[in-house]
Structures are given as structure tokens and as C-alpha cells.
């Protein structure tokens, strides 16, 4: 059971928009799957987004965001073992809302971080940067902007 009981604030919600910015319509994401708002694949009564989803207003697709963040943080909360300031916390929040909590909880990050290599998350970070197995440059925009913050 994880050490942390901690809560996504403003760094780690932004860093999110961020780099999901908005979409009010159904599209499909890089490994074409189907997302909405700011990259909610799931609706807040637990369903999948589809390409019949309607679309939705910017305060609705916050609120979607707010939904698939809790499953990130809970994740995070629960596997990880080790103290975590919450800038650290805002990271692996965008990390995990980004690569799913099943990626994250498989991990070698977590494995490590879980020994306290703290140092260790950075490089980790950049090994989740390729789309279809070729470098993807806004993946690899999006891990800097963790690593920044994980290290601020």
C-alpha cells in the first residue's frame, strides 16, 4: 500500500491541457483510440468515449478530466512506496493520466522509485517517448515538461 495521500493541484492539472489541449468532438488519439475534452477516453458514468459521443463544452471536459485523473491518482497513491513531494506527484499524475495505470504500475519507473531512486525517474520518463516504435516529438516535449517539474 502506497505511502502518499495526496491530490492533483494546478501544476499537474495544467501540464495536462497542456498537452492534451481541447477537443470538443470525438477523435481518435495517436493509437486510435477514441478521446474527447482534454483526453478523456472514459465518460464520468464509467463508459467509453466513442465516435457517437456527443461533444462537449470546455467546463464539461474539465470535469471529465477531473474523473480520469482520479484513477491516476489513486494509482499513484496506492503503488507507490515512497514519500513523494507534490511536484513529483503532479509528474507522475500527468505521466500516468498519459501512458494508463496499468503502463505505470508494470513499469520499471515504479520499480525503481519504489527503491528510492528518485534520481532514477527522468531517465525512465524518456523511455515512454515513441509512438507505433519511432520517437514521437510531442511525447518527448511532454516527458521534459514531467522531468521539469518532477525536479522543481
Given at each position: 500500500?502506497?505511502?502518499?495521500?495526496?491530490?492533483?493541484?494546478?501544476?499537474?492539472?495544467?501540464?495536462?491541457?497542456?498537452?492534451?489541449?481541447?477537443?470538443?468532438?470525438?477523435?481518435?488519439?495517436?493509437?486510435?483510440?477514441?478521446?474527447?475534452?482534454?483526453?478523456?477516453?472514459?465518460?464520468?458514468?464509467?463508459?467509453?468515449?466513442?465516435?457517437?459521443?456527443?461533444?462537449?463544452?470546455?467546463?464539461?471536459?474539465?470535469?471529465?478530466?477531473?474523473?480520469?485523473?482520479?484513477?491516476?491518482?489513486?494509482?499513484?497513491?496506492?503503488?507507490?512506496?515512497?514519500?513523494?513531494?507534490?511536484?513529483?506527484?503532479?509528474?507522475?499524475?500527468?505521466?500516468?493520466?498519459?501512458?494508463?495505470?496499468?503502463?505505470?504500475?508494470?513499469?520499471?519507473?515504479?520499480v525503481l522509485?519504489?527503491?528510492?531512486?528518485?534520481d532514477s525517474?527522468?531517465?525512465?520518463?524518456?523511455?515512454w517517448t515513441?509512438?507505433?516504435?519511432?520517437?514521437?516529438?510531442?511525447?518527448?516535449?511532454?516527458?521534459?515538461?514531467?522531468?521539469?517539474?518532477?525536479?522543481?
Open positions: 500500500m502506497g505511502v502518499n495521500n495526496l491530490d492533483i493541484d494546478d501544476a499537474g492539472l495544467n501540464l495536462i491541457t497542456q498537452f492534451e489541449g481541447f477537443r470538443a468532438n470525438p477523435y481518435q488519439d495517436q493509437n486510435n483510440i477514441w478521446t474527447i475534452g482534454y483526453g478523456s477516453t472514459y465518460l464520468t458514468d464509467g463508459s467509453r468515449v466513442t465516435q457517437y459521443t456527443p461533444a462537449v463544452t470546455q467546463n464539461q471536459a474539465l470535469d471529465l478530466l477531473h474523473y480520469g485523473c482520479r484513477t491516476a491518482i489513486n494509482c499513484i497513491n496506492t503503488h507507490v512506496n515512497v514519500d513523494l513531494n507534490q511536484n513529483q506527484f503532479d509528474a507522475l499524475c500527468d505521466f500516468v493520466y498519459n501512458v494508463g495505470s496499468g503502463n505505470f504500475i508494470s513499469s520499471t519507473l515504479l522509485l519504489n527503491q528510492g531512486q528518485y525517474v527522468p531517465t525512465q520518463l524518456m523511455r515513441k509512438t507505433g516504435g519511432q520517437p514521437n516529438s510531442g511525447l518527448i516535449r511532454r516527458r521534459q515538461a514531467e522531468i521539469n517539474l518532477w525536479g522543481s
